[in-house]
């Protein structure tokens, strides 16, 4: 049988620099499957929406996705939220168009009584230019300081067997390491 050969290299012989632009190196993922209660104007890290990474070449692009589901307890007001790459926040609003807003990455916003569940998608592609490992962290902050809950639906509702109303949902991000 002939030797199968990837990239004029033997397969044993292929690494993350034999490989073609735009293949998916590694994938880490930060899971969040319980409810938390925070609030405060000021942001603060989010439970579980943290995960590490060290890519293999400082090419290399990190595919960010984040997917949150969250509820303010105060009616008519929005939780705002930054992700962050150590200490620096990515893919947020232009400054010169955010005037004396904040610059953050996505938001919702609850319009009309009751608790109900937002559910916020966001992915950014990041060009570190590092071979160091990198943490990758969701940061929320609300309007007012108003309390706000993850993964969190309705409040005291004794009625919640199988009736997907009511249900728990999780939140995630996951990072994506793409060859440059």
Request: charged share 10%; aromatic share 6%.
């Amino acid at each position: 049988m002939a030797l199968i050969k990837l990239n004029d290299q033997s397969l044993s012989a292929v690494t993350s620099a034999g490989l073609p632009s735009g293949t998916v190196l590694q994938v880490k993922q930060g899971f969040y499957d319980d409810e938390a209660s925070y609030s405060g104007a000021s942001y603060q890290d989010l439970s579980g929406l943290s995960v590490s990474i060290t890519p293999t070449s400082t090419s290399s692009k990190i595919l960010v996705m984040c997917n949150v589901h969250c509820t303010v307890n105060n009616q008519h007001y929005s939780i705002a939220f930054k992700v962050l790459r150590g200490s620096t926040a990515i893919g947020t609003g232009d400054a010169t168009l955010a005037g004396n807003r904040d610059q953050v990455c996505f938001m919702t916003s609850q319009n009309g009584g009751g608790d109900h569940l937002g559910s916020v998608n966001w992915q950014f592609l990041d060009s570190p230019s590092s071979t160091s490992a990198l943490t990758y962290k969701i940061q929320a902050g609300s309007e007012s300081g108003a309390g706000y809950r993850i993964n969190a639906n309705q409040v005291n509702n004794s009625n919640t067997a199988n009736n997907p109303k009511y249900a728990r949902p999780t939140s995630s991000i996951t990072v994506m390491e793409i060859a440059g």
